[in-house]
């Protein structure tokens, strides 16, 4: 079945430092690929999406490409800040499934000065 | 505000009571969604409305899980003779057809 698999967190950085946090993903057909942020005490929001192989989705500073061919939608920043600090979440959604998101586990990212 | 609202945030309750939760989506959404949440995993489908038609139910729901939408607009989620494994975070979310969906704050369910 279609399922999203995402490195562990928690990620600790210093503040400008370099993000990744990878994705991969199983998926039949063709699925789009999200990435959401779920900030302290508040509800899941959108950040980035992709809908098809080599889209790159884009959002406050963050960028995903969409890599077909390694099964994959590494999420990257060049420069975080204190204020990044939230779970991220990557997902899926398939063609033909009524849009339902698939979720991967979350990464804690916690980002200090 | 005209964000997806769900009522209550948080509900704190015995094993074997009933439980109901309710969504509001944003006006004009026609698609619902509703999804749960455990410590440390990310959301899992529960089901999905399109107006007021329930179209896909995940294996998730169990037969003490319902869900209603009764005239296309809000939604509610009861859950019969509560076990403690269905403590978890509820979520909530609505669209237009295929666009991005938005996601209500949840209800945090404990079982006691």
């Known amino acids: 079945g279609n399922s999203v698999t995402q490195m562990e967190g928690p990620v600790t950085l210093s503040e400008e430092a370099f993000l990744t946090i990878n994705c991969t993903y199983t998926a039949t057909g063709y699925p789009s690929l999200f990435w959401y942020v779920q900030y302290p005490g508040e509800g899941l929001q959108l950040l980035l999406k992709a809908t098809k192989a080599d889209d790159k989705g884009s959002n406050k500073g963050f960028e995903a490409t969409y890599r077909k061919e390694t099964t994959s939608f590494h999420l990257e920043k060049g420069s975080v800040q204190v204020s990044d600090s939230a779970v991220y979440f990557c997902a899926l959604t398939q063609s033909g499934g009524y849009n339902k998101l698939i979720f991967g586990a979350g990464t804690r990212l916690a980002v200090h000065p | 505000d005209t964000g997806v609202s769900q009522d209550p945030r948080h509900k704190i309750t015995k094993r074997g009571q009933n439980v109901t939760f309710r969504c509001d989506p944003i006006s004009e959404h026609n698609r619902l969604y509703w999804y749960r949440q455990t410590l440390g995993q990310g959301p899992e489908f529960l089901t999905y409305f399109q107006n007021e038609a329930q179209l896909e139910k995940s294996r998730l729901l169990s037969d003490r899980f319902s869900a209603e939408r009764p005239k296309g607009s809000f939604s509610t989620l009861e859950i019969q003779r509560t076990e403690q494994g269905d403590s978890a975070m509820y979520l909530c979310?609505?669209?237009?057809?295929?666009?991005?969906?938005?996601f209500g704050p949840g209800t945090r369910l404990t079982v006691l």
């Open positions: 979310a609505s669209s237009i057809s295929d666009d991005e969906q938005f």
